[in-house]
């Protein structure tokens, strides 16, 4: 982990009516919000926004940490029980181990507000060098969980050999275990 | 999502005691009598008795989704570690996708009473146009699990193109949507 | 399940730096010394210190498994999200079928304690007559999943065909149904 080394954050929307033009796009925009109060590191972000296809998904994935060197990549969209819900599929498919711990708080924290967060399908896994996080496409449910669960990002992408990433405390309370802080 | 139409429940009970007579089926009656306190919408069921036989309970449950056109099947029994449990590896079996929450919240539901159901292999999945759902097979443990769940599943039979179910309030407060609700 | 007779427990330390002697293993001890508290029923322990090599994890927890006849198998370390952390890799590998509930309670356990809990990939699964549970590397965090989740280890171990463990209320309040009591 190198302090000071600029975080690439990718972020990638799975809408068929966002990407199509029919609505617009609020929930790319919700987790740039989140990264822009929550980071005290440098950092830079690059946005995708495609169509619920698992082929399209998953090679904006495989770019966005292969070309543009993420460390992480939050998507949004995508992780329903409908037909067209792929964004699991996709994310499993360009990961090489899964993290099913973020699967499983990501739905005990949506439960706390609405019983059908049962239906997400919302996993985690890593690619490499980076993170892959489903978010719900919800902009309300995104910061819920962010405001939760991004707590354990920054440890996570040391350990997975990224840039060291700090967070204002008031918005996230970031946690290493003592031997891994720099700060 | 169809108002007034009927939904077809399937109730599959995995036991090879009570599919050979040794002792009654009291699970099986028990998802029933839920439902039928439960549900304000038209309804049928189809029940089945089979033995723990993986290669049983999936033509049972390929019978229930294909031919009897089952929106929900509920199955009983045959989900702990022996190696006569079969029923979760029947599911997948026949599943094109898994939604693991619905196993998750299971279990957190029965570990408030026993620390046993950490045991549980239960899991959910849809097959085509149905959603299949793993219940354990105590009569107590169904009637704690489903007061709970079953609050998702009219929107996800509604995600998965099924008729319109709803429910009793007192009894099962469903939750869709402001933008999925038709009553 | 036989009452009297004597269980066998395998602890596998994985773990470069301790199997390299660059430091000492806390983490089997700690275990042992939870084993010689919780216990009432006559055991025995084999421990194994091996590195974070797939291959070699495997070939051990095969070894507990198959030539030590022992009836649980709790590892310890190489569940974290680093590329040298592979112990749930070679638990599912050998296992015949998995128990997801450990993984979701363990997880669920430490996340009381430290957000990044949610990183650990922790698993548990049945070979032959074999429960395998993977711990973390921590001693105290070994210890609070202990305190809870070994609750469930002796009738785990009655269900796939092991001798009768009894414990220590005081310690673990391990749980039964009561059809499947002995004492």
Wanted: net charge negative; charged share 25%; hydrophobic share 35%.
């Amino acid at each position: 982990m190198s302090v000071g080394e600029t975080c690439n954050f990718g972020v990638l929307t799975a809408s068929d009516r966002a990407s199509s033009g029919e609505y617009e796009d609020l929930s790319g925009p919700a987790i740039e919000e989140f990264l822009s109060q929550a980071l005290t590191s440098p950092w830079k972000i690059c946005r995708r926004l495609v169509a619920d296809e698992q082929s399209i998904i998953e090679d904006a994935l495989k770019s966005l940490s292969d070309d543009e060197n993420c460390s992480v990549i939050i998507t949004t969209g995508g992780t329903g029980p409908a037909p067209r819900d792929v964004t699991p599929e996709a994310t499993e498919a360009v990961c090489e181990r899964l993290l099913p711990g973020f699967g499983e708080q990501m739905r005990a924290i949506s439960l706390r507000h609405v019983p059908t967060a049962v239906l997400s399908r919302q996993t985690a896994g890593i690619r490499g060098s980076t993170l892959i996080l489903n978010l719900p496409g919800s902009p309300r449910s995104i910061r819920e969980i962010l405001d939760e669960i991004f707590a354990a990002v920054p440890y996570c992408v040391d350990l997975i050999g990224g840039p060291y990433i700090t967070t204002d405390s008031k918005i996230v309370d970031s946690f290493r275990p003592p031997h891994a802080r720099r700060d």
